[in-house]
């Protein structure tokens, strides 16, 4: 397994791929990974000859009051975890490389960047779009895999690459969860154990969801007011939106007819945790 820390290496070692006429996947993580940046790198494992994952807290996505500074950063255990999944490569670039001083290009997916977590976090996206499609010029790959967990996030890189041209497919791979539901994520690790329990009811809220729909419920805002009431019903949760979305525009939808995501973000101590489920067409 090779590691790369800079833009020339990156650069060398994707040209020796396409020589060789090898397909190549990447996996962008901001490391602390776990089993959901895992079942990234199998999917890619199963459907390229070589695989990178890039490892990189990116400033960019981050606003002046998160959590930046504290996101958890083990490269070491990520290196081994990595290895063992028999990745080829990992990208692992300094702030510096990735924006050197002067740095003042940014991209942005206009009308679909301030939607869901971009209302409440703005610039997220910005920073997301501007990073993955630095990463996608320097690694080149055939394929890069993203995780429905992030669903907003893979909607608005799937348009980038529609108007831009990029020339990759995005595969997006479905929400890994730990055994009682929740959605595996990083941030994860800030819950002590009675956060934890509270986690869960975002989850919880998203199946009561389910069930109203799956009992033949179709109206949105009665939807949405049962997943807010069952987030209520845990206190130290602070809500930040529970939405039910087209999954193309990330605009808010008044039937179910192409489908609709329903999103939920929350509060639980200082962890952000996200999740959501996808309703399929009436
Ligand atoms: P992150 O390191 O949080 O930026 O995530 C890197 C990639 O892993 C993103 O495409 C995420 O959507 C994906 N991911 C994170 N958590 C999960 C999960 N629980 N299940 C599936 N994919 C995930």
Request: aromatic share 6%; hydrophobic share 40%.
């Amino acid at each position: 397994m090779q590691i790369c820390h800079t833009i020339d290496e990156i650069r060398v070692t994707r040209r020796r791929a396409r020589r060789d006429g090898k397909s190549l996947g990447l996996v962008p993580t901001m490391g602390a990974l776990h089993e959901g940046h895992l079942s990234l790198v199998r999917m890619a494992k199963a459907q390229c000859d070589l695989v990178a994952a890039s490892i990189f807290v990116n400033p960019l996505q981050f606003g002046p009051n998160e959590d930046l500074a504290k996101y958890p950063r083990n490269f070491e255990r990520d290196r081994e975890l990595l290895e063992k999944e028999g990745v080829d490569l990992i990208f692992v670039p300094s702030v510096q490389e990735m924006y050197p001083a002067g740095a003042v290009t940014y991209v942005t997916v206009e009308g679909l960047g301030d939607k869901l977590c971009g209302r409440s976090r703005p610039g997220h996206f910005r920073g997301v779009t501007t990073l993955v499609s630095k990463l996608f010029n320097l690694v080149e790959p055939d394929r890069a895999f993203f995780g429905q967990k992030d669903a907003a996030q893979s909607t608005i890189i799937r348009r980038m690459v529609r108007d831009l041209n990029i020339p990759v497919q995005i595969v997006v791979c479905p929400i890994v969860r730990e055994p009682d539901g929740l959605a595996m994520s990083s941030r994860n690790a800030y819950l002590d154990a009675q956060q934890r329990k509270s986690a869960l009811a975002l989850y919880r809220s998203l199946m009561e969801v389910q069930e109203r729909f799956d009992q033949g419920e179709r109206k949105v805002h009665a939807l949405i007011e049962a997943g807010k009431q069952s987030c209520a019903r845990v206190p130290s949760l602070r809500l930040d939106y529970f939405e039910i979305v087209d999954l193309e525009t990330l605009e808010p939808v008044d039937d179910f007819s192409r489908g609709a995501l329903v999103a939920v973000a929350a509060f639980v101590g200082n962890a952000r945790l996200i999740d959501n489920i996808v309703l399929g067409p009436a």
